[in-house]
Every structure is written in C-alpha cells, then in structure tokens.
C-alpha cells in the first residue's frame, strides 16, 4: 500500500488529512531504513517489539496487515477495511465533509 498512500499523502498535502501509520516490524533498528527505502514520510509508530501482536494493533482489535481504518474530521471511525476502492470513496467523502465543516465555521 505504500505508493498508494504516498499518492494520497501527495495529493491531498494542502488538505484536511493526515495519514497515520503502524509499523509491526519486531526490529525496530531494521525497521529505520526501511522506512526510508520506502519513502514513508508520514507519521509512522512502531508497534513494539512483539510485532503483530503488538500493543497497538491489540488496543484497535486488527487482526491483519495492512489494516485500514479512516477517521473523520470528528474522530469517528467511518471505515475499516485492507484497502481498496472503497476506502478511497469513504476517504474523499470525509474530505469534503471536513472541508464544509471547515467552512461553516468561519
């Protein structure tokens, strides 16, 4: 998912998102240059080194990788999912409903 996520990180870098990562890597000193072979320039915390079974994905109940979950400008969880169409259609419909939000308030 990483050129997936860069291209949203990119296109929406002047908009009200942020993409947040977890990382369930067990080493977190092999993990550090990855993440920059990778390009992750986003937010990225480290999961411990328990990997999967970290203290993250344990709090948040995800049971595979990648897990997706798209929070709105409210903090409620509007979808959990691997990825995919569908997410990218809950995420620009939270957009939009943050930009408006945004604009009322003003």
Not at 17 to 34: H, M, T, Y
Not at 43 to 50: E, I, L, T, V
Request: with cysteine.
């Amino acid at each position: 998912m990483y050129p997936h996520e860069r291209s949203l990180v990119e296109e929406w870098k002047n908009e009200p998102f942020a993409l947040i990562g977890v990382n369930s890597d067990a080493d977190k000193e092999k993990l550090r240059p990855r993440l920059a072979e990778e390009r992750i320039t986003w937010r990225s915390f480290w999961n411990g080194p328990q990997g999967t079974s970290g203290p993250i994905s344990k709090a948040w109940k995800v049971t595979g990788w990648p897990t997706v979950y798209v929070i709105d400008h409210e903090g409620v969880i509007r979808h959990k999912s691997h990825g995919g169409p569908e997410m990218d259609k809950v995420l620009r419909e939270c957009l939009e409903a943050a930009k408006q939000a945004a604009a009322t308030a003003r």
